[in-house]
Nanobody, 128 residues
């Protein structure tokens, strides 16, 4: 069972920044795509960003494009989500996601059905 441990969430004012981190226990981290999703109260879990195993390909939800950046450090088995120009509508629990199979592409990671393992989530609250 893959363990994903997120950190970096918190309370920030609109316009501020946060960086989320997700450390993975899997030895196959360096050959797997990774992703971030979020879930706001009363809403379904939605895709935020994904990244290929090499970091060469990234995908973003339209709502965060230009403000969020996903990156990874394979030596540290860690994926990051840098969030800038935060808005109150970004308030949600953010989840790290791992596909379980190296054949799953970053593009495919845009849907929850591609996810094999989830982190416990980290709360991000943006005040207006």
């Amino acid at each position: 069972q893959v363990q994903l441990v997120e950190s970096g969430g918190g309370l920030v004012q609109a316009g501020g920044s946060l960086r989320l981190s997700c450390e993975a226990s899997t030895r196959t981290f360096s050959i797997n795509a990774m992703g971030w999703f979020r879930q706001a109260p009363g809403k379904e879990r939605e895709f935020v960003a994904s990244i290929s195993w090499s970091g060469g390909s990234t995908y973003y939800a339209d709502s965060v494009k230009g403000r969020f950046t996903i990156s990874r450090d394979n030596a540290k088995r860690t994926v990051y989500l840098q969030m800038n120009s935060l808005k109150p509508e970004d308030t949600a629990v953010y989840y790290c996601a791992e596909p379980g199979r190296p054949s799953t592409t970053a593009q495919a990671m845009r849907v929850p059905t591609s996810v094999a393992s989830w982190g416990q989530g980290t709360q991000v609250t943006v005040s207006s």
